[in-house]
């Protein structure tokens, strides 16, 4: 092979084909993959497992906020009630007021017989 060109193309094809061949052998095609990390997989099963349980958590926390709220309204309706009373009762003692009577006592007068 005398001819520059022919050996600088078989020159450059040596190189692509090593470089190729050294990609595809560090890549490692034909390795098994490796096991999960033990801690990833529990953290996974962590983080399930609180998300499972957030979701309870957040009924509970609705349920209770639901009977809150009617207790509430209950008692806003009763303390309603009293002071729509009281006002009523508060007009009427207004409206007419009680005169008091008069009340006449007679007591014997009081006597001092003592000297000092």
Do not use: C
Request: glycine content about 2%; aromatic content about 6%.
């Amino acid at each position: 092979m005398t001819d520059h060109v022919g050996r600088l193309y078989a020159l450059v094809a040596g190189v692509v084909v090593f470089l190729v061949a050294w990609a595809v052998v560090a890549a490692h095609p034909w390795s098994p993959r490796p096991a999960q990390d033990p801690r990833l997989v529990a953290l996974a099963a962590r983080q399930h497992r609180l998300q499972r349980e957030s979701v309870l958590v957040k009924r509970l926390v609705d349920r209770r906020w639901t009977s809150y709220r009617r207790a509430l309204a209950a008692r806003n309706a009763a303390a309603a009630k009293i002071t729509a009373r009281n006002s009523a009762l508060a007009a009427m003692a207004t409206a007419a007021p009680v005169q008091p009577t008069v009340r006449v006592v007679n007591l014997p007068p009081l006597v001092v017989t003592r000297t000092s």
